[in-house]
Nanobody
Framework: QVQLVESGGGSVQAGGSLRLSCAAS????????MGWFRQAPGKEREGVAT???????GYADSVKGRFTISRDNAKNTLYLKMNSLKAEDTAMYYC???????????????????WGQGTQVTVSS
């Protein structure tokens, strides 16, 4: 079972920035697609961004141009840089590893090999 540990959440004013990190263990999964999800109170968990081991990325429309996903394969760490934060970005953010190298299904929440415990992001307007 892949182990994922997120960090970097916090409280920030609208327009501010945060960078989330996710440390992954179990080598077999760190070659696979990884991504970030979020869940706001009363809402379903939604895919935010994905990245494969070659660095190809995908984003939800709501965060395009504001969020940047990246990974350091040598450090087995996934990142999410969030700029121009809005109140509607407030949520618990989770990282996830896919069962596959490709990212075709992960952003939809499918084929997930493991989830982190989440880190809270709160944006005040």
């Amino acid at each position: 079972q892949v182990q994922l540990v997120e960090s970097g959440g916090g409280s920030v004013q609208a327009g501010g920035s945060l960078r989330l990190s996710c440390a992954a263990s179990r080598y077999s999964y760190t070659s696979n697609c990884m991504g970030w999800f979020r869940q706001a109170p009363g809402k379903e968990r939604e895919g935010v961004a994905t990245v494969n081991s070659a660095g190809s990325t995908g984003y939800a429309d709501s965060v395009k141009g504001r969020f940047t996903i990246s990974r350091d394969n040598a450090k087995n760490t996934l990142y999410l840089k969030m700029n121009s934060l809005k109140a509607e970005d407030t949520a618990m953010y989770y990282c996830a590893a896919s069962r596959w190298r490709g990212c075709t299904t992960l952003l939809k929440g499918l084929d997930v090999a493991g989830w982190g415990q989440g880190t809270q992001v709160t944006v005040s307007s």
